[in-house]
């Protein structure tokens, strides 16, 4: 049998197509030079070639593609922007603990600004602790009775938290008491570890700071909690986070630092006290222009007015990121995103160039913020 013909009819006949003039029609040819590249499979072979792919696609793809390329940026800049990583979310129980471990130890990041949840719970699998795989679809009230906490799909278990919450708690016991700021703190917990997995682990290693502007909003909080009530039991002083002290040890940090990048996952908290330590330079007579480059990968929706979800282009209004920033945002949850952007960060290795910095505190005044 025959195959037949198709063809493409030039002009049909018959009906009333509108007609596009010369300029029109110059103008509709130009907004069709740059085509969608079709994503082949046959030719990737790695994380960086899938993320490269993704540039050339469409919708989400596209943006995580455009996020990866403006790490890249932060990365080659010669000014060395000191690159600030906020952290939100169930990043720990998603499995992203050895991404953002292995962020810190290519040296992508320099400071990170992190909810307490998070840091609890890479804590809490430092010292052997685990996570399950569970289903969404559980008998909650059954686990509660089994004292099994559910992260929707996730597993943890809350004997244990009670056992780390106390041993954070005595842990500061041990501590001369004072008020300290979260990085202090976080750094005291973080040189006790020693699994090389962990993100307090590393970041200790690496001299790279680690604050967390809402730790009383978390099992640490909770262990804090604990000191502090048999503090006032005893008649005696002990350990205090002063979140305020927070707030003044990240702004020297800005204003110390040649120029700013962040990269938010989520959004929260985090995400705000690293802008506001922008906006909060001015409590030292500098306007730093906001940050230079700036990426988020997040499921919240801009259109609802809230932190987690508006976008960097209304973060440049507010002056927290700059008016000729280079800035991207994916709206894709983090557990898929967050891996495929820093995987090709690692992969193109301009990352690995770059000097780490050296902070000199004497608490709560930074002396000094340069490269190694």
């Not at 690159?83 to 962020?103: E, H, W, Y």
């Not at 597993?155 to 979260?182: Q, T």
């Not at 995987?343 to 340069?370: F, H, M, N, Q, Y």
Request: with cysteine; proline share 4%.
């Amino acid at each position: 049998m025959s195959k037949e013909k198709f063809n493409i009819i030039e002009k049909p006949s018959g009906y009333n197509f509108p007609t596009l003039g010369k300029d029109e029609q110059a103008e509709k040819s130009k907004l069709f030079e740059n085509k969608v590249k079709q994503i082949d499979l046959e030719k990737i072979g790695s994380v960086n070639e899938l993320v490269k792919a993704y540039s050339g696609a469409s919708i989400q793809a596209r943006n995580v593609g455009g996020c990866a390329e403006v790490v890249e940026l932060m990365m080659a800049d010669g000014d060395r922007p000191t690159v600030f990583l906020g952290l939100a979310g169930p990043l720990i129980a998603a499995g992203l603990r050895k991404v953002i471990r292995d962020m810190i130890e290519n040296g992508i990041v320099d400071v990170i600004v992190s909810t307490g949840a998070i840091l609890y719970q890479d804590f809490y699998q430092a010292q052997g602790f685990t996570h399950a795989v569970g289903t969404p679809l559980a008998d909650d009230r059954r686990l509660r009775d089994l004292y099994i906490d559910r992260i929707y799909d996730v597993y943890v278990d809350e004997e244990n938290f009670w056992r780390l919450d106390c041993s954070i708690g005595a842990f500061a016991d041990h501590m001369k008491p004072g008020r300290y700021s979260s990085r202090e703190f976080m750094q005291k917990l973080g040189e006790t570890v020693e699994d090389p997995n962990s993100i307090l682990g590393t970041a200790a290693k690496h001299g790279v700071p680690v604050f967390s502007p809402a730790l009383n909003d978390s099992s640490i909080g909770i262990g804090l909690t604990e000191h502090y009530h048999r503090c006032v039991k005893d008649g005696r002083e002990g350990v205090v986070i002063d979140s305020i002290r927070d707030n003044y040890e990240l702004t020297q940090i800005v204003v110390q630092s040649p120029c700013t990048s962040a990269i938010y996952v989520a959004g929260g908290v985090p995400k705000n006290f690293i802008n506001d330590s922008v906006v909060m330079a001015y409590i030292f007579g500098m306007d730093t222009g906001g940050h230079r480059y700036a990426i988020q990968v997040t499921t919240d929706s801009p259109h609802w007015g809230g932190l987690s979800g508006s976008t960097l282009s209304e973060a440049t209004s507010w002056g927290k990121v700059s008016k000729k920033a280079t800035h991207c945002m994916a709206f894709v949850e983090p557990s898929v995103s967050l891996p495929l952007i820093a995987g090709s960060a690692i992969e193109r290795g301009t990352c690995k160039k770059r000097k780490r910095l050296a902070l000199d505190w004497d608490a709560p005044v930074l002396k000094s913020l340069k490269t190694k």
